[in-house]
């Protein structure tokens, strides 16, 4: 396995694990009911590339034409403020 599919193996985990909340959001902006624009659920977002390595996060959701990230806050970052400053 590489990183490639151990991020997208973690974004499909997340997917199948959905909070309450990102389930009520998902169901707001999916099939492009949000003003006619797409977005994604759990998508890997890569960057500060370097030496053909990246680093990366998954936003909960994600729209390329609005170039927006949607982040819906849960109990989990009670738990890792630090690293969510980053």
Known sequence: MNKLD?????????RNNETKT???????LRKRQFF????????P????RKFNLADFFV????????????EV?????YHQKEYDAG
Request: hydrophobic content about 45%; overall charge neutral.
């Open 6 to 14: 151990d991020i997208l193996r973690l974004a499909r985990e997340l």
């Open 22 to 28: 990102e389930k009520l959001l998902w169901a707001e």
């Open 36 to 43: 006619g624009n797409k977005f994604l659920r759990q998508h």
């Open 45 to 48: 977002i890569l960057y500060n």
């Open 59 to 70: 936003a909960d959701f994600y729209c390329a034409k609005l170039n927006l990230i949607i």
């Open 73 to 77: 806050d849960g109990g989990i970052h």
